[in-house]
């Protein structure tokens, strides 16, 4: 079966860095598009920074110049650099994988997520 399993986040100070990964396990054919996302309490989810199995990548302008997502969708897994953390970043964060498992069968997945808390 497919998983997604994210790693990293914990607490960190404001102005500091943290990295997190996300590695897709199980039997799939392809990988269309993979992401980050965050919900921080009593807001909806959010783009964070995503990046498609072409190569393009789009980042929330609340992260851009902070924040870079890297790795590649034909290795299975991602990271999300950040840099120059601030209060508002902090949130459970969420990897998301649109996944084709076979031909004509695409899926949604989400890891478990994990807690990014910056402190001032």
């Known amino acids: 079966q497919v998983h997604l399993v994210e790693s990293g986040g914990g607490l960190v100070q404001a102005g500091g860095s943290a990295e997190l990964s996300c590695t897709v396990s199980?039997?799939?054919?392809?990988?269309?598009?993979m992401g980050w996302y965050r919900q921080a309490p009593g807001k909806q989810r959010e783009l964070v920074a995503t990046v498609t199995s072409a190569g393009d990548r789009n980042y929330a302008s609340s992260v851009k110049g902070r924040f870079s997502l890297s790795g590649d969708t034909s290795k299975k897994t991602i990271y999300l650099q950040m840099t120059n953390l601030i209060p508002e970043d902090t949130a459970v964060y969420y990897c998301d994988a649109d996944i084709r498992i076979t031909w004509g069968k695409s899926s949604n997945y989400w890891g478990q997520g994990t807690q990014v808390t910056v402190s001032s």
């Open positions: 199980g039997t799939i054919f392809a990988i269309n598009a």
